[in-house]
């Protein structure tokens, strides 16, 4: 499966962004999906995940109340929309295919990972 995230881009503190993630193939809808970041001179991080229900889904505490995971099956699509976002959110965001029917938090539990898409929040 080939994962296309798109939607990034540079925005103001306490502005939003909605990004967007594309699969080549229908076999995600029997996955969870993920999305991890990844700053600058950081390692890769959790942000959030979605059962393949879409009935759990789990979010890292940093973001809780501001960002949003969802998905549309029938679309093979997986959505972040980003909320009152902060300078410390910058990274490059990627999307990826859980192993598992449930989104996990843990980097090993993924494959098929997107290229990426750069959120730039400016303070």
């Known amino acids: 499966v080939q994962l296309q995230a798109s939607g990034g881009g540079l925005v103001q503190a306490g502005g939003s962004l909605r990004l967007s993630c594309a699969a080549s193939?229908?076999?995600?809808?029997?996955?969870?999906m993920g999305w991890f970041r990844q700053a600058p001179g950081k390692e890769r991080e959790f942000v959030a995940a979605?059962?393949?229900?879409?009935?759990?889904?789990v979010y890292t505490d940093s973001v809780k109340g501001r960002f949003t995971i969802s998905r549309d099956n029938a679309k093979n699509m997986v959505f972040l929309q980003l909320n009152r976002l902060k300078p410390e959110d910058t990274a490059v965001y990627y999307c990826?295919?859980?192993?598992?029917?449930?989104?996990?938090?843990?980097?090993?539990?993924?494959?098929?990972w997107g290229q990426g898409t750069l959120v730039t929040v400016s303070s």
């Open positions: 979605i059962s393949w229900r879409a009935d759990s889904t």
């Open positions: 990826a295919q859980s192993i598992f029917s449930y989104g996990s938090r843990r980097h090993s539990d993924y494959r098929s």
């Open positions: 193939r229908r076999t995600v809808s029997n996955n969870g």
